[in-house]
């Protein structure tokens, strides 16, 4: 059975087991469009295949059909609402030398949309011991970014993700050529010499074609002057159902010729592997246990099926997941290298794009990544995740790690008339729930530094100094303690001193600049440091110049 009639064997064995052993197509059909919505596309051909399915399940003995739901682990679950599944559910199968993969494409460093294989690849070897593989597929040269072969492990090491080993495709072409000769030795592939648009055309009549019939001898002929053809005089395919019910199963191709420069192998192999070919080749041989793929990768996984069979190879389990969709962000990453390339993007740690070097320079935290993902899971049902979920989770990690600051954008000096008190110097915790760290110091002598936007007719208090009236371009002084400025409901600003302060840019999440001033105690950061701007949100410090400090605004 292939994936699809397996999900309505089993819902035609739950519906059988509710209703003395006789299940009912319409029943099953209705079960699969409510408990499975990602399938409900595909309702015309769900319909025929239950009405077999269900004669199947219904020919069976009470007991053969208790059987049959044991082995596939179904059971039929009391009426009460299920709990939102959260979490990574428990991997079918063994749990013991468990091997798994994270294999991605080196068209670009990774983005969030990775971490949805890569997080729950490494969390499952984690919690089994198990052991993870980090497998460039770099077999297509058109789709190769030279510096993603640096920047995946980078990226992954700031998820906090360490692979055991690194294999990277491009250098496993002979293993590959060796396993083709191996498939059509057997008879399981053959070398086809039709063009596309013939070949097309016969496949969606399911009619083989004519190089269907060579005999070994003349299929290895042809592959033994593969590489002297032009590119498109022939490829390799692997032999499946030509009355598949799926045009793009029926005997796809295997191998190919490529007349293009690769950035590892330069121009020295034209006989390229397909994807299908080498993932199923190379899952076999790095002995893969469980393979974590998304729901996208169905077909592919019937494809790689029919190699495994063929070979007479154990075939691992297969976890297929939903896709993860993200509001307001750029994943593409071919759109992202075009506004690179083009001047929309500064590089790939823009702050507008989505991929995981951009969020790291915003200050965001791996573990937010991570556990969110985690959360996730890997359930078939697609997944949407919103930056305020991401800013939620990420604060509980930022807000006892940050210490508060003051900063003003667009900065006003302005005097406080009738001030009569002389320079005092203002204590203020650096971060309030942690004392231990100490004070910032900030003289305030009747002047200061205010955000222009904060400039506006009313009572104000200066935090920790004075409380003044705005009037206009009138700033009076108006009272000195916290419980007088409560007493009037003065709104609480930030402040900066004339004398002894920093210039400030501020990168924020659309790539806009806020400029300004901050208080001389920013001096004493680190790159790579997290602070709070009160009022303003958290931050990232970037980059340290002679007179400014650039920092990267990660939110609220």
């Not at 029943?27 to 077999?52: C, D, Q, T, Y």
């Not at 075939?315 to 390339?341: F, N, Q």
């Not at 002598?445 to 904060?454: E, F, K, Q, R, V």
Request: net charge negative; with cysteine.
């Amino acid at each position: 059975m292939n994936d699809l009639e397996k999900i309505i064997y089993k819902h035609a064995l739950l519906n059988a087991a509710k209703h003395k052993g006789s299940a009912n197509p319409g029943a099953v059909m209705g079960s699969i469009m409510s408990n499975e919505p990602e399938l409900r596309s595909k309702a015309k051909e769900i319909g025929p295949m239950s009405g077999k399915i269900v004669a199947m399940v219904n020919a069976l003995s009470p007991e053969e059909q208790a059987s049959e739901m044991e082995k596939l682990g179904v059971e039929v679950q009391d009426k009460k609402p299920k709990a939102k599944e959260v979490g990574l559910q428990e991997l079918p199968g063994t749990h013991e030398n468990i091997v798994l993969r994270f294999a991605p494409n080196p068209s670009g460093p990774l983005h969030i949309g990775h971490s949805r294989a890569a997080v729950p690849n490494a969390e499952y070897v984690k919690r089994h011991n198990g052991k993870l593989i980090l497998r460039i597929e770099d077999t297509d040269p058109k789709r190769v970014y030279e510096p993603a072969y640096e920047m995946i492990p980078e990226d992954l090491e700031w998820l906090g993700i360490n692979a055991d080993e690194v294999i990277y495709q491009s250098d496993r072409f002979e293993i590959y050529y060796d396993y083709a000769r191996q498939l059509i030795e057997s008879g399981a592939a053959y070398m086809c010499t039709c063009d596309g648009a013939t070949f097309k055309e016969l496949k969606d009549n399911c009619k083989a074609c004519p190089c269907r019939d060579n005999s070994v001898e003349e299929n290895l002929e042809l592959w033994e002057k593969f590489d002297t053809m032009e590119a498109g005089e022939a490829v390799l395919r692997v032999k499946t159902d030509i009355n598949h019910k799926n045009p793009a199963i029926r005997d796809w191709v295997a191998m190919r010729l490529v007349d293009e420069e690769h950035p590892r192998l330069g121009t020295k192999y034209r006989i390229y592997p397909m994807m299908n070919f080498s993932v199923a080749v190379d899952d076999h041989l790095m002995g893969l246990t469980h393979v974590l793929r998304g729901k996208d990768h169905l077909a592919n996984t019937e494809k790689q099926k029919y190699l495994y069979d063929a070979m007479e190879w154990d075939t691992p389990e297969y976890i297929h997941y939903g896709r993860l969709k993200m509001e307001d962000i750029a994943l593409s990453t071919s759109k992202a290298m075009a506004g690179i390339e083009d001047g929309t993007y500064s590089g790939w740690d823009d702050p507008r794009l989505g991929t995981l070097r951009a969020i790291a320079r915003r200050g965001i935290d791996p573990r937010t990544i991570y556990n969110l993902i985690t959360e996730i899971g890997v359930k078939m049902a697609d997944s949407a995740i919103s930056w305020k979920k991401i800013y939620g989770l990420n604060r509980n990690f930022l807000e006892p790690i940050a210490n508060r600051y003051f900063f003003c954008e667009d900065p006003v000096e302005i005097e406080v008339e009738n001030y009569e008190d002389g320079e005092v110097i203002i204590e203020r915790p650096l971060h309030a729930d942690h004392l231990d760290r100490g004070n910032r110091l900030l003289p305030f002598n009747g002047t200061a530094y205010l955000a222009a936007s904060d400039i506006n007719d009313g009572i104000f208090r200066l935090m920790d100094a004075v409380n003044v009236e705005i009037s206009g371009d009138n700033i009076a002084y108006h009272s000195t303690s916290f419980e007088d400025a409560r007493a009037v409901k003065a709104r609480i600003i930030q402040w900066v001193p004339t004398e002894d302060n920093v210039n400030v840019k501020i990168v924020m999440d659309d790539a806009s600049i806020k400029e300004g001033l901050g208080e001389s105690a920013l001096k004493d950061l680190s790159v790579g440091d997290v602070v709070q701007f009160e009022r303003v949100g958290f931050a990232r410090l970037d980059e340290v110049k002679d007179d400014e400090l650039i920092f990267y605004y990660a939110h609220k």
